[in-house]
């Protein structure tokens, strides 16, 4: 089953995706924040990110550079 992590830091905005992923079959995580969102991917590694750009901690673009990061690190 595909595995989808949303990061957003509206709880509204969470439940919502959670509602419409999990009908279209997905497994989901849910993240308030980066450093939260880096918690989620070392726990299961997404098939989908689902990410607000403003988050309390960052951009949400820095979690996109750190899972590129960790998936480049793993090849090697």
Same mark, same amino acid.
């Given at each position: /089953?595909?595995?989808v992590l949303i990061v957003d830091d509206d709880v509204n905005t969470r439940e &919502?995706?959670?509602e419409i992923t999990t009908a279209e079959g997905f497994t989901t995580a849910v993240a308030g924040s980066i450093r939260d969102a880096q918690m989620?991917? /070392?726990h299961q590694r997404p098939d989908v990110v689902l990410i607000d750009l403003k988050l309390p901690d960052g951009s949400g673009m820095d979690l996109f550079n750190d899972i590129e990061s960790? &998936?480049?690190r793993r090849l090697f």
């Open positions: /089953m595909p595995h &919502a995706l959670v989620q991917i /070392m960790r &998936a480049t």
